[in-house]
């Protein structure tokens, strides 16, 4: 009997290597901020600076130019405070929000993380992973997104490790996402639970031989060629991606595509019908997929932040030819318009139905 073949694994092509890394005292201290440390190391990053406290220095540039980009060359490995261990509900993506880091360090016109995170754009690392994964068996049947919906309760409980960063960007210096992984593969848990993480880059070479027991489903997100193209910088392309993705799905893991932010660039539909053909061809037959589509939106502060961090972005953010959504608290975010948005739905509905008849779609927004 011949043994399976092993999935192909991919070579990375894009890693971070910050300029900068800060070191607090506590996480210096944790297993977790060990094993990072190590890491760096190992993969020969040298600007260490371990602090004597927990306090980080203030990061200033000789403009503000300069400290954005200073920042965003920057790694803090800390403690986060106690209010960030009680896990939030994220809709629509999973009943829980579980991070690692937050922050990351590359470079989309559009990101998500602007006006949600204050203080400057550095990537800060959570040391304290142990205690978090030691929490989670109390959240399993507990959340309201995904558990006990008729939709997607298939799912379990669901635990998403990408609301605020990107995992793969900095797994390589981390380690975080396999040690999710592996917990998530391996525990034996109070009832079904599912991890989700979604990314921009492809380095998952160290992800394909993990016991990941099928309870960690891994999304790329994926675009336009034309936004791939002029918004996402210091990515891995999305031709890149599908590889990753196709490598992961090889491995057994539940995988998923997060078209995300949809966008009605000049010939939409063409680039949007070719990437839905990369990614069945990507992806081999009979795996689990998963679709997600999420249209382009932005709110006052994230137009602010990002305008003042690529300020000659082409990046459509005109609130006049959008339609104001409010939140419960009075939030203001800016979407496409009615007409614009049912012309987008109708075509992805369609069409992922016809291009890729074995993937579910879980939502749009
Ligand atoms: S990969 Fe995601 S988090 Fe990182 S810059 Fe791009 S949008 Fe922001």
């Not at 009680?86 to 998500?112: K, T």
């Not at 918004?231 to 078209?259: C, D, H, N, Q």
């Amino acid at each position: 009997m011949t043994a399976p073949a092993l999935p192909e694994t991919p070579t990375p092509s894009r890693l971070w290597t910050p300029k900068r890394v800060l070191v607090t005292r506590s996480a210096a201290e944790r297993p977790h901020g060990q094993r990072v440390l190590a890491r760096l190391e190992a993969v020969g990053v040298d600007a260490i600076e371990l602090l004597p406290g927990d306090r980080l220095p203030s990061l200033r540039g000789d403009d503000d130019r300069a400290a954005f980009m200073a920042a965003k060359d920057t790694m803090a490995l800390v403690v986060p405070p106690p209010s960030k261990r009680e896990l939030q509900p994220i809709p629509p993506s999973a009943d829980f929000r579980l991070d690692l880091a937050e922050g990351c360090p590359a470079h989309c016109q559009y990101c998500y993380l602007a006006g949600s995170l204050g203080g400057p754009p550095i990537t800060r690392v959570w040391a304290d992973l142990d205690e978090v994964l030691g929490t989670l068996d109390g959240y399993v049947g507990r959340g309201a997104v995904t558990s006990g919906t008729l939709e997607r309760g298939g799912e379990g409980t669901t635990f998403e490790a990408s609301c605020y960063t990107d995992p793969l960007a900095i797994e390589h210096l981390t380690g975080g996402l396999s040690r999710m992984v592996e917990h998530f593969g391996t525990h034996a848990w109070p009832g079904p639970v599912q991890l989700r993480a979604t990314t921009k880059f492809d380095d998952v070479a160290g992800l394909l031989t993990l016991p990941h027991g099928g309870r960690t489903r891994l999304r790329f997100s994926v675009n336009a060629t034309s936004v791939d193209r002029r918004f996402e910088g210091a990515t891995a392309k999305v031709p890149a991606r599908l590889r990753a993705m196709s490598a992961v799905a090889a491995a057994g893991y539940p995988v998923g595509a997060t078209i995300a932010p949809i966008m009605p660039v000049e010939g939409w539909r063409e680039q949007y019908a070719e990437l839905l053909d990369g990614i069945a061809a990507a992806v081999p037959a009979g795996s689990d997929l998963t679709v997600e589509c999420i249209t382009h939106r932005f709110t006052p502060g994230s137009k602010e932040t990002l305008l003042d961090w690529y300020p000659r972005t082409k990046l459509e953010m005109d609130e006049s030819r959008r339609t104001t959504k409010r939140g419960k608290f009075g939030s203001v975010k800016h979407v496409y318009r009615k007409e614009t948005m049912a012309e987008l739905r109708t075509w992805f509905e369609r069409e992922v139905a016809e291009r890729l008849p074995g993937a579910r779609l879980l939502y749009w927004t």
